[in-house]
């Protein structure tokens, strides 16, 4: 007589979930190649259609009238979704950024690298600004590679670029698809990754900047860092806001520009839209590199025309490039500056800064980029989205050939607290003291 064996409430209750998943999962695939299927009749029949949609010519109910006709005619359907799901499905591939935009959309989402078809990478930061682990999403976002390369070479058309062979690496910006941000993307074709799929990377730069207070509120700085940076950006003092990516120093920037002064024309020159200001006497100007089509307007060319434009300050939003001798011989030669660059530590703003002025062949001794370099007035390290270290450039030692450093703040990590290390220098004092003076000046004689 054999053993009856019984399953356990448990066991079956834990079978019937690994079913579930799996169904689900099933259900997923037959969504994404349904919605594959759609998109690729749609942008072979409709293309007109798209483009005049997003642009704004026509509404999305025409294109919703042929999804319908197309499903209807092939007798598409997927468990467990109806037509209004599908046509979602079809808008987020066409207009959006398919099913990464919920990803997109959440407030707390700062980059996502989508490494393969059923791999992204998410990078996150806390409520107080600090970057958490990342999070390794192993959703299946399409059926098929052909899918995801699909989509690829779509997003890269939708915003006016061609994914290929020759443009194996695209840079561009998105200003549309997300409400809350901006997205810088990325894309490295198939031919250079060694997975043999793109590489997608989309960082997100949020529409509502920080203001100096708020950032003041995540503890990125204490108040009499503030004030020194208000100070600073009123007194016209030529600054660097270096650290590693994600630091902060783009927040910090693009706070520290409302506090320029009306009377300071300013041009800022960027790669991204990352940096904005609706103020009147604040100037952006964007790169536009499309040599194929004759079109060459890099940051330094745009550094280059900056000088004939008549502006008294001078911000680019990353230095990275030949654009570095330009904007150092702006700052040398009277204008106000602010950059921010990548570094590693607050004694890599030298070394860096020369490595990419040669960049510009410019063929100046390392002694004359060096004096050229102590024009500036304070570099602000950055780290984990704190200012980790303000230091003034007080001068240069012409015996020792090295520019002269004097630290005014520190944070210390172990007491999670900013310290007041030393008084400003003398250059500084003279700098700060001769904006307040003109100031009063301006002021009397407006009382007049």
């Known amino acids: 007589m054999g053993t009856e064996i019984k399953l356990s409430e448990e066991l079956i209750n834990s079978k019937s979930k690994i079913d579930e998943t799996e ?6 695939k037959e969504f994404n190649e349904v919605i594959y299927k759609i998109v ?11 483009t005049d949609i997003r642009e704004g010519k026509e509404s999305f109910s025409k294109l919703e009238a042929a999804i319908i006709d197309y499903i209807d005619d ?16 079809v808008k987020d591939w066409l207009f959006y950024n398919w099913t990464y935009q919920d990803i997109l959309d959440d407030h707390n989402t700062t980059e996502i690298k989508i490494v393969d078809r059923d791999l992204t990478i998410i990078n ?139 009377d300071v024309p300013t041009l800022v020159l960027q790669r991204d839209a990352e940096l904005h200001s609706e103020k009147f006497n604040i100037f952006f100007q964007e790169i536009l590199e499309d040599v194929m089509n004759g079109h060459d307007f ?13 502006v008294k300050q ?42 990419y002025i040669q960049y510009a062949n410019a063929y100046l001794s390392e002694e004359i980029l060096m004096r050229m370099l102590s024009s500036m007035d304070v570099v602000y390290f950055m780290k984990d989205f704190k200012v980790n270290k303000v230091s003034e450039i007080s001068g240069y030692n012409f015996e020792k050939k090295e520019i002269i450093y004097n630290t005014v703040f520190e944070y210390d990590s172990n007491k999670n607290r900013f310290i007041r290390v030393n008084d400003s220098c003398k250059k500084i004092k003279e700098k700060i003291a001769y904006y307040y003076n003109r100031r009063n000046i301006l002021r009397s004689v407006s009382n007049e």
């Open 23 to 28: 169904e689900k999962i099933d259900r997923n």
């Open 298 to 310: 890099s940051l330094r060319r745009l550094s280059l025309n900056a000088m004939k434009m008549r």
């Open 124 to 262: 996150k930061v806390n409520k107080n600004g600090a970057i958490m682990e990342p999070i390794f999403d192993r959703t299946e976002h399409f059926s098929s590679e052909d899918a995801y390369l699909s989509f690829c070479k779509y997003l890269a058309r939708r915003n006016q670029k061609e994914l290929n062979k020759i443009n194996s690496i695209l840079n561009f910006t998105d200003k549309n698809t997300c409400k809350d941000a901006i997205l810088r993307i990325n894309i490295t074709s198939e031919f250079l990754n060694s997975r043999g799929v793109p590489l997608i990377v989309i960082a997100k730069t949020p529409r509502h900047k920080y203001t100096l207070d708020e950032l003041e509120e995540l503890d990125m700085f204490d108040s009499n860092i503030k004030q020194y940076l208000i100070t600073g950006a009123k007194a016209g003092l030529k600054t660097i806001f270096g650290g590693a990516g994600g630091a902060g120093k783009t927040n910090i920037l693009n706070a520290v520009i409302e506090e320029i002064p009306d």
């Open 314 to 355: 001078f911000i680019i939003g990353e230095l990275e490039g030949a654009e570095t001798f330009d904007f150092f011989n702006a700052a040398y030669s009277g204008h106000k500056a602010i950059a921010t660059i990548h570094i590693d530590s607050p004694e890599e703003f030298v070394p860096k800064a020369i490595q």
């Open 74 to 89: 092939h007798t598409l359907f997927v468990k467990g979704y109806n037509r209004k799901n599908l046509i979602k499905g």
């Open 40 to 50: 690729e009749h749609l942008t072979n029949v409709k293309t007109k259609l798209i």
